[in-house]
Each structure stands twice: as C-alpha cells, then as structure tokens.
C-alpha cells in the first residue's frame, strides 16, 4: 500500500545503536515542540513535548535537544530496536500565534537487525 | 477509552461528490484538528477548532468545509470531490494550546 515514508530522508541505523533526528522548524516564536512517530498505516503517536523555556527534555530511551538559536531540534533514541522503525515528525505550536500545531516532512527511521 | 474515532476508515469517491467525514473524541478536548497526508508531504493543516462552535482555516483550507457544532465532533466537508483531494486525512484533539494531540487512525479516501 501507499507509504508515508516516499520521498522523506532516511536514516537506516542498526539495531542497538543510538539514532538522532533532526529537524529544523520555522517559526523563531513557536512555544511548543512534539515529536510524533508514525508507524505504517496508523496515525501519529506522541514521544515526548519540550517547551520553549526547556533546552533538554529526557523521557524513556529518548531525548529531545532543542536549540532556539538556530531554531533546531533533534530526538535521540537510545539503545534502537525494530519496533522504533517508522516515520518521525517534529511539530511545533505558537500560543499567541495562531495555535497551529504544524508538522515538519519527517524522517524515516529504519532499524538494521 | 476510544480517544479519537474517525468515521469512515476508507472512501472512494467519483469526481464531483460530496462527503463528510466525522471525527468523534471522548476526551473533552477543546482543541480539534483535521490533516491531510500525502507522501513525502509530512501532514497539512486544513482546519481547525479551537472549542465548540468554532472553525478556522489552515495551510490549506481550500474545498473543504468544517463545523463543531458540539464538543466531542468535528466534521470535514467535500463539497465537490476533485482526484486532487486523494489522500489520507487524519484528525487529532488536544485538551489545551500547549498539550500533545491524539489523532485518529486516519481515513484513506481516493477520488477517482
């Protein structure tokens, strides 16, 4: 079936190594940042938030590093198994904006037994 | 708990037709959205709501109509499907501005 991945870089990582996702967002006053994955044929999951006045947020075997200077932001994922292998999405919101929530292109992970 | 329901799960459509999608959420969430997904496209803002009785536009609003006339359900409307329109359309809710959104598990609908 039709694949979301078409088109979208690719980081092929084997398993057991750390990953690093990038993106770079575009709006220098967005106050809110999630990482998404999506699996094929499911609709997005939630990894983990960090706000604006955060420059580190950890969770479980992930790590998002925002940078608002070069308005860039990456999610690392420790210790890669099979089932992290999707598509990743940065979104970003700005509150006193226009409370959009908007999704980078994504990143496709796919994870090398 | 069924968090985000859309209503159908697949559509095809004859240029020209008219449809609504429904997307239903059991979480008393305020804020609803509606994205369509192309490949290699990342996921596209058509409207959204930001609480019960109203709607506004997105990146790309255009032949698509919306209404929340209740908390719980947010409707996308094609008024006159176009083969533009192919793609898979996904609805999400958020309880605030500043909190993750749930999303449904899409709708794959192709206008032929």
């Known amino acids: 079936g039709e694949s979301v991945g078409l088109h979208l870089p690719t980081l092929s990582v084997q398993e057991g190594d750390n990953s690093i996702i990038n993106c770079a967002y575009s709006?220098?006053?967005?106050?809110?940042f999630i990482w998404y994955k999506q699996e094929s044929g499911k609709g997005p999951q939630f990894i983990i938030d960090i706000r604006s006045n955060m420059d580190k947020r950890q969770g479980q075997r992930v790590t998002v590093l925002l940078n608002k200077t070069v308005k860039h932001l990456s999610l690392q994922i420790a210790a890669t198994q099979p089932g992290d292998s999707a598509v990743y999405f940065c979104?970003?919101?700005?509150?006193?904006?226009?409370?959009?929530?908007?999704f980078g292109k994504g990143n496709q992970v796919v994870v090398i037994p | 708990n069924a968090g985000v329901t859309q209503t159908p799960k697949f559509r095809v459509l004859k240029t020209g037709q008219s449809m609504t999608l429904l997307c239903a959420q059991d979480?008393?969430?305020?804020?609803m959205y509606w994205y369509r997904q192309d490949p290699g496209m990342g996921l596209r803002l058509i409207h959204y709501s930001v609480g019960e009785g109203t709607t506004a536009k997105g990146e790309v609003p255009d032949g698509y109509n919306v209404s929340r006339l209740k908390k719980q359900n947010f409707l996308l409307g094609l008024e006159s499907a176009a083969p533009s329109q192919t793609s898979v359309y996904f609805c999400a809710s958020s309880a605030r501005a500043l909190t993750e959104a749930f999303f449904g598990q899409g709708t794959r609908l192709t206008v032929v």
């Open positions: 979104a970003e919101i700005s509150y006193y904006g226009n409370n959009r929530l908007a």
């Open positions: 979480m008393n969430h305020e804020y």
């Open positions: 709006n220098s006053a967005s106050d809110y």
